[in-house]
Structure formats: C-alpha cells, structure tokens
C-alpha cells in the first residue's frame, strides 16, 4: 500500500505488521488533518496496531482530540509511542487518558522494543487493505 504524508504526517504500512506514523509537524494537528488520515485508515478493516513516532513539537486542536476519543478504538488496535524526552511521556500519558483510553497504549524509548510489543501482542496476519484483500 502507497504511503501518505499530508504535510505535517506520514502513515505507512511496516513489513505488513503495523502502521507507522510520524508526527513531524511543529504546527497544529487540526480539523483540515482529519480526512486524510481517516481516509487512509479506513481501507482497512481491522484496527492497525500503531507505532507513533514523533519529530515535530506540535499541538492538537479540540475537534482533532474529539474526533480521535471518538473513532480510534474502530482504527487503532494499540499504539506504542517512540518517546525522545520527558515532554514525550508527558504528551502520552494525556493521549492514553484522554483520546486513546479506549485502546492500549505504551511508551517505548527503543523502536525494536516498541515493535516487538505490537508485534507479540497486537499482530494480525498480515495487514492489508480491503483493495488488496480484493485482489
């Protein structure tokens, strides 16, 4: 599957074991973001496992968080944040409280680590969207 980068995010399907996406905006994560995100994610029929990776330092609007508390747990299986610094913990401990409460969520400061407990504990015989189920 083609990944997707709307500017400020990239999603894209790892070796047909989950998504990886990278926060890499130092703006705002707003209501105009949504659509192509869920676009992407809706191709599939179960929730992916996740791996967030954050480069940027950014914000997330009020409608963006309403709409993640109310549609994750339908496209999300689990997410493991990849954490570069105590602002990092801090955001994900607000994310899996707030947004994400409905799904696991784990921090990780080592990606193979992160990887290895999506991929024990959340993996789904290989990811595809419902195109290439089709095919």
């Not at 968080?65 to 990092?88: G, W, Y």
Request: hydrophobic fraction near 40%.
């Amino acid at each position: 599957m083609e990944p997707l980068d709307t500017g400020k995010v990239s999603l894209c399907i790892e070796d047909g074991r989950y998504l990886h996406a990278v926060i890499y905006t130092n703006g705002e994560l707003a209501e105009q973001d949504i659509k192509p995100v869920t676009d992407y994610l809706d191709r599939f029929t179960l929730p992916l496992p996740t791996l967030i990776v954050r480069k940027g330092r950014y914000a997330i609007s009020i409608p963006v968080q309403i709409a993640m508390l109310q549609q994750t747990k339908r496209r999300l299986k689990a997410v493991a944040f990849l954490e570069r610094d105590h602002k990092d913990v801090i955001m994900t401990r607000i994310a899996a409280n707030t947004y994400f409460k409905d799904i696991p969520v784990k921090s990780f400061y080592d990606e193979e680590e992160a990887v290895n407990w999506l991929s024990q504990h959340f993996y789904q015989t290989p990811l595809l969207s419902d195109a290439q189920n089709s095919a």
